[in-house]
């Protein structure tokens, strides 16, 4: 039982290009949801998922897309980096779409765009 | 909106004081409370969590009570260790219409170092 896994761990990109971040979890929870932390402001939500299927806008969703096409697999896609996606992206899933119930997160994926 | 403020860092304390980190929110209805934690290099873990006014939650030593009267979900223990050195998120999720909203709103997060 491995939880929430991501990779890459580290990542260095260049301006404008390409790239997925995944996320997996074998709890079968139906919901996902993408983060990113920057020094002093917290954690951002970027897009989330009630269920295979289903996707929707968080907090700060510019310049990133989601699908997601099974239970198991959220993988975030950033189309054409910017050196203001330079962050650290956290993945985090929970049992309940209320949210009320625990989240559970990756340990993260850090992210530089030069 | 909802929102969360909690106390800025960084904190320093001795091992063995007492902590507090305050965190006060704005929500409407009845939002759930939660402190997670960051250990260094991880992701992270939720630490207590309260669901309702009056509730605490408790867990590792930590304690915080749901007050709706001053809208506050502060974090408290009595003897820090230096196995504590975290940096600590004050979150809610909001209720909407007897549902919930479903996503959480952090706090910016308060560092805390202990020494020893």
């Known amino acids: 039982n491995a939880g929430v896994t991501q990779t890459p761990k580290f990542q260095v990109l260049k301006t404008g290009q390409s790239m997925t971040l995944q996320c997996a979890q074998d709890?079968?929870?139906?919901?996902m949801s993408w983060y990113r932390q920057d020094p002093g402001m917290g954690l951002r939500l970027i897009h989330y998922?009630?269920?295979?299927?289903?996707?929707d806008q968080g907090e700060v969703p510019n310049g990133y897309n989601v699908s997601r096409s099974t239970t198991e697999d959220f993988p975030l896609r950033l189309l054409s980096a910017a050196p203001s996606q330079t962050s650290v992206y956290f993945c985090?899933?929970?049992?309940?779409?209320?949210?009320?119930?625990?989240?559970?997160f990756g340990p993260g994926t850090r992210l530089t765009v030069t | 909106g909802n929102s969360v403020t909690q106390m800025e860092g960084p904190v320093t304390l001795s091992e063995e004081a007492f902590l507090t980190i305050n965190c006060t929110y704005t929500?409407?209805?009845?939002?759930?409370l939660f402190w997670y934690v960051q250990y260094p290099g991880e992701g992270l873990q939720l630490l207590l969590k309260?669901?309702?006014?009056?509730d605490k939650g408790s867990n590792k030593g930590f304690e915080a009570t749901y007050r709706k009267e001053t809208t506050s979900f502060h974090l408290e223990k009595g003897s820090v260790q230096v196995s504590d050195s975290a940096v600590y998120f004050c979150?809610?999720?909001?209720?909407?219409?007897?549902?919930?909203?479903?996503?959480?709103?952090f706090g910016k997060g308060t560092k805390l170092s202990v020494k020893p």
């Open positions: 309260a669901t309702k006014a009056d």
């Open positions: 998922s009630v269920g295979a299927g289903i996707t």
């Open positions: 985090a899933t929970g049992r309940e779409t209320s949210g009320r119930s625990e989240q559970y």
């Open positions: 929500a409407t209805g009845y939002p759930s």
């Open positions: 979150a809610l999720v909001g209720v909407f219409n007897g549902g919930s909203q479903g996503n959480l709103i």
């Open positions: 709890m079968n929870h139906e919901y």
